[in-house]
C-alpha cells in the first residue's frame, strides 16, 4: 500500500472515531437525562406540540412522563419540570444551579447578552444586583413610587372619562399607564398620551408584545442559524427592538449633559454614576451597552405585561358581573367615591386583593417562564443534567394544580379566600416565577395592578358590548406569553 493510501486511510480512521467519540458522548449524557418522547432527527418533539397552546401540549406529556422529563424542542433536548414540587425543587432548593438564562435568539440577537433578562454569570448578577438597589432606593415599596403611581392613575381615568361611555378599544390607554411608570423611574419624565415620541415608543412595545408568539418567531429560536439569513418577520422584530433601545439611548444623551452625581433623578442618572465611579476598570460590567439594554428590558418588562394583566381582568369582570358587582361594594364601603386608593388600603379589600391575585392566576400570562440552564452537571433526583441543558419550568401547572386551586378552569376569587372571607395566600401563586431569576420588577407590578385596577374600578362600571355569556375570554394566542384577545367596551362613570 502506497504511502499516501496509508495517510488518507489513517486521517479516514482517525475521523471516523473521533465522530463515533463524540456522538458516543452524546448519547451517554442523554441516557442520563430524564426519559421522555422520542425524538425524531432535526425536529425532535415537535410534532408532537400544538403552536396554538403549547403549554397544554407540555402538560398533557407530563402525564405520561411524570413531572420531570426530556422534551426535544428542534434540535436542543429540554428538561421540563411540571408542577410545584419540581418547580420548587429546582428554582428555590437549587437555584444556585438552575440560575442559568436559556437562549432565546429572537432576542439575544439584539441584546448581545447584555441587560438584566438575558444576562448570564457575573455579569447578570452584577446587572440585578444594581437594578434591584436603584429601583429600592428610588421607592420600590415606598412612599415615592406609591405617589408616582397613584398620580398616573389619575391620569388614566382623565383619559377613559375622555371617551364619553362609547365603545373603544382599551389596548392602547392601558398600556400607557405603567409605560409612564417606568419613564418616571428611568427618565424621571411624563409623557402626554398623544405625544408622538410616546406614540411611536408605545407602537415598538405593543407589536412585538404581540408577535412574540408567532410561528415564524417560534421557529427562529429553534434554528437561528439557517433562519437568520432568510427574510421574514424576525428582521422587522428586531428592529423594533432596536427602536427601543435608541429611544432609551437619546434620553441617556441628554442626561449626560446635565447629570450632577451629587443629586441623581432617576435611574440613568445612578448608572451613569456608576459608570464614571467604574471608569478605571477595564472589567467593568457598568457600560453603556447594559445601561440601554437593561433600560429596554424594564421598559419592555414592565408596561406590556402590567397592562396585559389590566385588560384581561376587565375583560374577566365583564364576563363575571356578579364578581364586578362585589368589588365595586367593598371599594365604595373602604374608600368611597373621593379618596384616591393607596397600598395601605389593600389590607382591607381582601375580597378585590383576591380578584387580582384571580386574574393573575386564571391568565398565566408567562405559562412556561423565561427558559433556564444548569451552570453545572447536576444530579437532579434520580437523573443527571449536563451543563448547559435547557430547562423549562411550566409555571402554568403550579397555577393551574387541582389541589391547590379546586376547579382551576374556572375563574374563582374564593381560591384566595379563607371560610372568613380574609385573603388567603398561597406558595402556588407564581406568575413572577421564583427564585434567583424572579421577575426584578415584581413588587413594583403589584403596586401597579392594585393602584390602577381599584381606582378604575372606583370610578367607572365596565358595559360589554355583548352579554357577558357571549364573551370570548381564551388567549389570541398561548406560547411564551398568553395575548389577551382583542374587545371593546364602554367604561360607564360611576
Not at 415606598?142 to 371617551?163: F, G, N
Not at 365603545?167 to 405625544?195: G, K, M, V, W
Amino acid at each position: 500500500m502506497e504511502p499516501l493510501e496509508i495517510s488518507c486511510l489513517t486521517l479516514v480512521t482517525c475521523v471516523t472515531c473521533l465522530i463515533f467519540l463524540l456522538v458516543w458522548r452524546k448519547s451517554h449524557k442523554m441516557r442520563r437525562l430524564p426519559p421522555g418522547p422520542t425524538p425524531l432527527p432535526i425536529i425532535g418533539n415537535m410534532l408532537q406540540l400544538n403552536f396554538k397552546d403549547i403549554p397544554a401540549s407540555i402538560s398533557k406529556l407530563a402525564k405520561e412522563y411524570g413531572p420531570v422529563y426530556t422534551l426535544h424542542l428542534g434540535p436542543q433536548p429540554t428538561v421540563v419540570l411540571h408542577g410545584y414540587e419540581a418547580v420548587k425543587e429546582a428554582l428555590i432548593d437549587r437555584g444556585d444551579v438552575f440560575l442559568g438564562r436559556g437562549r432565546m435568539p429572537i432576542i439575544e440577537d439584539t441584546q448581545k447578552g447584555y441587560g438584566i433578562i438575558f444576562s448570564r454569570g457575573e455579569r447578570w448578577k452584577q446587572m440585578r444586583r444594581f437594578s434591584l438597589m436603584t429601583l429600592r432606593n428610588f421607592g420600590m415599596g415606598k412612599r415615592s413610587i406609591e405617589e408616582r403611581v397613584q398620580e398616573e392613575a389619575q391620569y388614566l381615568v382623565e383619559e377613559l372619562r375622555k371617551t364619553e361611555a362609547q365603545p373603544f378599544d382599551p389596548t392602547f390607554i392601558l398600556s400607557c399607564a405603567p409605560c409612564n411608570t417606568i419613564c418616571s423611574i428611568l427618565f424621571n419624565e411624563h409623557f402626554q398620551y398623544r405625544n408622538e415620541k410616546f406614540l411611536y415608543l408605545m407602537n415598538l412595545l405593543n407589536e412585538n408584545f404581540r408577535q412574540i408568539n408567532s410561528p415564524w418567531n417560534q421557529i427562529y429560536n429553534l434554528w437561528p442559524t439557517l433562519i437568520k439569513h432568510l427574510p421574514g418577520e424576525h428582521r422587522t422584530f428586531s428592529k423594533r427592538l432596536n427602536g427601543v433601545k435608541y429611544f432609551v439611548l437619546e434620553k441617556v444623551k441628554e442626561h449626560q449633559e446635565s447629570l450632577d452625581h451629587n443629586n441623581p433623578r432617576d435611574f440613568i442618572d445612578c448608572f451613569l454614576s456608576k459608570m464614571e465611579e467604574e471608569k478605571n476598570n477595564t472589567e467593568s460590567e457598568f457600560v453603556l451597552e447594559n445601561l440601554v439594554t437593561c433600560a429596554s428590558n424594564l421598559f419592555a418588562a414592565g408596561t406590556e405585561t402590567t397592562s396585559s394583566t389590566l385588560r384581561f381582568g376587565l375583560l374577566l369582570l365583564m364576563k363575571h358581573p356578579e364578581v364586578e358587582a362585589k368589588v365595586h361594594e367593598e371599594i365604595d364601603h373602604v374608600i368611597g367615591r373621593n379618596q384616591s386608593p393607596c397600598m395601605k388600603d389593600k389590607m382591607k379589600l381582601p375580597y378585590t386583593d383576591a380578584v387580582l391575585h384571580e386574574i393573575q392566576r386564571f391568565i398565566t400570562l408567562l405559562p412556561c417562564s423565561l427558559p433556564h440552564t444548569v451552570i453545572r452537571d447536576t444530579k437532579f433526583r434520580q437523573f443527571i443534567i449536563p451543563k448547559g441543558t435547557t430547562i423549562l419550568p411550566l409555571l402554568s401547572s403550579v397555577l393551574f394544580d387541582c389541589k391547590q386551586f379546586p376547579n382551576p378552569e374556572k375563574f374563582d376569587p374564593g381560591h384566595f379566600l379563607d371560610k372568613n372571607g380574609s385573603f388567603k395566600k398561597t406558595e402556588y401563586f407564581v406568575p413572577f416565577s421564583l427564585g434567583k431569576r424572579a421577575c426584578v420588577g415584581e413588587s413594583l407590578a403589584h403596586m401597579e395592578l392594585f393602584l390602577f385596577f381599584t381606582t378604575i374600578m372606583q370610578n367607572f362600571s365596565l358595559k360589554p358590548l355583548v352579554e357577558p355569556k357571549e364573551l370570548n375570554i381564551k388567549p389570541l394566542v398561548t406560547g411564551l406569553l398568553n395575548i389577551p384577545p382583542p374587545y371593546r367596551l364602554c367604561f360607564i362613570p360611576r
